[in-house]
């Protein structure tokens, strides 16, 4: 939430409104006062990217529900000229900011007639305009794929669920000769929506989820403890994750205590239960909520800005890598309609009407004689071991035998192929790096193969194109193959998104939390950090959103000693204020000649007796660590949807005893195109690539950038709205004196 504020106060202020901060939500609003009706600056938003919760506050107000008391609120925003609103909640919050809104004018007449206003103020303030922002963990707002606050949430349950299974494998080993199995149940959030638990669950490997809106069918008690049984036969551990809303078909709740007591009374596992709680509230926000709380916060001024008296209230949403502007009230609506379904016992509706959950349906009637490898190629990225697993496992439940291929192409020539069980992958969602091994070699027109399966990054790519173009030499290349992005540059042309890239985002952020902390003690100090990602400048740019950087270079926009400059003068002229603190972030291979070192140097020289300078280089710190839950999730289910299309294609092209595929539609990439997993022969983005650079030629992540500027206090332009879909008029506005008429 506090991202969102920090870009709404300062995308107002750049735009020339006079801003204000509303203390403790609608309860503020209706108190009001200086305390409570704040003018915020630009230096009063400062530091708040790295802060969890929100730091203007947040009540329930039961004044403001009703009549009496939105008519304080309008008496109160109309002493200090406020006309525009900018609401982060959920779907009550908006509800009533769009009641409000609607009683506006009634509520004017009232205080005109009881002599708390004059007849000019209703003329001046004749109409409330409110754009909404979704902030909550759970997700549960339709008409929109996340919301604010979600993926932190998951980042604190995944983070309880790794310790967790450290402990008990650890007492595992411990009990080995007792044979002792442990089960452990983890209560998360979510009263009337699922999404957190099942989320987690597929992240972390669990062995059963319950939610809301799928109760179990009736006997699920005893398929359940079947199944822990039959999965404890290879492993001494068993996860379940409990939505706090989980129901059975009756209406019943199924609650952490219930699931313990079930499995202590029909299996005698050792159960234990966690409750997280409002642990899942806390914390420092993630890289992803921090950039979608600023895309938001910008995209929300923008609309209060093109809005009229008669333009009804919008939602700014998140579909795909794109912020929309959807009708606030249809949003709320559709929201409802799932809790009404749910009410009706309509569970299947409810689902159909969240959109956001699927099946995997076993399209598998018995045995295959189809054999498929798995390799990972190219640098190590987190998440690659949750791809695999899912691939291996969604490919035996197919059927398949599955293969694993050790050190990538090198490996595969080398023959160091051998057979990969179920079991063999279990624990692998939160491990870093490559289990699998992984090497950069690619030995063009040497291979000697048999079916290749998945593999990760640009090289990835290449090797996969050599392996196409050696089909009419080879017949043994003539089987379907399919590649998964995986790299922490994302750089990968037909995916606008890499497994890897939103754990490396993580590891610049947090970086950069600390730095920046380091020297809160320490004043008019500059930070130069240089990045990972080749001649991609996605980590820079992206990874300086979320860290509130000053600047950061990248290849893709070319820059001289003029910008370096400019800069400079930019960070000499914000030290004199409040803010005595500089970030600057470059890519690795952002310029040949303006290196991380020169950089550094010509920083310290020009910015001498004003600030000093420190310099760090992240280095393969962004490569490691436990993949973050967007890099788990996205990679099992991106390698599922893979291995059910390998299926398909095997299957449509077996022909007299063997597989047979020479079509350029059986050697495809399979990315992520706005919100759709997209499968796309790869010989098709061949003129999408800059192969020089190994980046795609045009990507969707540069119009981010104007943002970062204007975040940051630069005078820039801002043509086009981060959605593409609006022509603005941002851009012909100019920083004008405070027009009481246009506070938000």
């Not at 939430?1 to 801003?19: D, E, F, H, L, T």
């Not at 914390?283 to 929300?300: H, K, N, Q, W, Y």
């Not at 310290?604 to 420190?614: A, I, L, W, Y």
């Amino acid at each position: 939430m506090n991202a969102a504020v920090r870009a709404v106060v300062r995308m107002g202020i750049y735009v020339g409104a006079k801003v204000y901060f509303i203390r403790e939500g609608y309860q503020g609003m209706v108190d009001g006062g200086e305390e409570n009706i704040k003018e915020a600056s630009w230096e009063s938003v400062s530091s708040m990217l790295q802060m969890g919760g929100t730091v203007i506050g947040s009540a329930r107000c039961k004044e403001f529900r009703s009549h009496e008391g939105r008519l304080k609120a309008a008496h109160n925003l109309v002493q200090r000229g406020i006309t525009n609103l900018c609401v982060i909640g959920g779907d009550g919050s908006l509800t009533g900011a769009n009641l409000f809104r609607e009683e506006w004018s009634g509520l004017l007449e009232e205080l005109v007639q009881q002599g708390l206003i004059d007849e000019d103020a209703v003329q001046k303030y004749s109409a409330l305009h409110i754009v909404g922002m979704v902030g909550s963990i759970d997700n549960d707002f339709c008409g929109t794929d996340m919301t604010i606050g979600t993926d932190s949430a998951l980042h604190r349950i995944i983070e309880v669920v790794d310790a967790i299974m450290t402990t008990a494998q650890r007492l595992a080993i411990v009990a080995l000769a007792n044979v002792v199995w442990r089960t452990f149940v983890l209560e998360v959030m979510g009263r009337h929506c699922g999404y957190l638990a099942l989320v987690s669950a597929l992240a972390c490997g669990a062995d059963w989820v319950l939610i809301p809106e799928m109760p179990p069918e009736d006997g699920w008690e005893e398929k359940m403890c079947q199944k822990l049984s039959t999965r404890s036969r290879g492993s001494r551990l068993n996860i379940i994750i409990v939505a706090e809303g989980a129901i059975d078909r009756h209406g019943k709740a199924i609650t952490g205590s219930v699931v313990k007591d079930l499995v202590v009374r029909c299996l005698g596992f050792d159960t234990r239960v966690t409750i997280l709680g409002h642990v899942q509230r806390g914390g420092t926000p993630s890289a992803f909520d921090r950039i979608l709380a600023s895309r938001m916060g910008v995209e929300a001024v923008i609309a209060l800005l093109e809005t009229t008296a008669n333009t009804p209230a919008c939602v700014v949403s998140l579909c795909g890598n794109q912020a929309v502007r959807l009708p606030l009230m249809e949003c709320v609506q559709m929201t409802q309609e799932v809790q009404k379904a749910m009410d009706e016992k309509k569970f299947e509706e409810a689902v159909k009407l969240r959109g956001r959950y699927s099946h995997i349906t076993n399209h598998c009637s018995g045995f295959s004689n189809f054999n498929i490898a798995v390799l990972n190629v190219g640098a190590p990225a987190a998440g690659m071991n949750a791809a695999v697993r899912s691939a291996v496992r969604v490919g035996i439940s197919e059927g398949h035998k599955m293969f694993a291929v050790n050190d990538g192409f090198e490996g595969f020539y080398k023959g160091q192929i051998k057979e990969i069980k179920w079991a063999d992958v279990g624990g692998w969602t939160g491990q870093g790096g490559s289990l699998l091994g992984t090497k950069r070699l690619l030995y063009q027109h040497h291979l000697v193969t048999k079916t290749p399966g998945s593999g990760s990054a640009l090289q990835a790519y290449l090797g996969l194109m050599e392996l196409l173009e050696a089909r009419g030499k080879y017949d043994e290349f003539c089987v379907p193959m399919v590649m998964v992005p995986a790299t922490v540059s994302n750089n990968v042309p037909g995916s606008d998104l890499s497994i890897g890239a939103d754990t490396a985002l993580n590891a610049i952020t947090d970086t950069c939390d600390r730095i920046k902390q380091s020297a809160s003690g320490t004043k008019r100090r500059v930070f130069i950090i240089e990045t990972m990602g080749g001649y991609c400048g996605y980590l820079a740019s992206v990874g300086g959103l979320a860290a509130g950087a000053d600047a950061a270079y990248i290849y893709e926009e070319p820059f001289d000693i003029r910008d370096l400059q400019s800069n400079v003068e930019h960070l000499t002229e914000k030290m004199k204020g409040a803010i005595q603190r500089g970030l600057v972030l470059r890519n690795e291979n952002s310029n040949e000649n303006y290196t991380t070192d020169f950089i550094y140097q010509l920083y310290s020289e020009e910015g001498r007796g004003v600030f000093d300078c420190r310099k760090n280089v992240l280095g393969h710190m962004q490569q490691g660590g436990a993949p973050s839950p967007f890099d788990r999730n996205f990679g099992t289910k991106i390698s599922a949807k893979a291995m059910l299309w390998l299926t398909k294609k095997m299957n449509e092209t077996f022909r007299q005893g063997r597989v047979f595929a020479n079509t350029e539609d059986t050697c495809c990439l399979l990315g992520m195109r706005r919100r759709a997993l997209v499968f796309q022969p790869v010989v098709q983005l061949k003129d999408e690539t800059d192969f020089v650079h190994r980046i795609p030629k045009e990507q969707w992540w540069l119009k981010l950038r104007p943002l970062m500027k204007i975040l940051a206090k630069y005078k820039t332009s801002y043509d086009v709205s981060d959605s593409g879909q609006l022509e603005h008029v941002v851009r012909n506005i100019q920083p004008k004196e405070s027009d009481p008429s246009g506070a938000m």
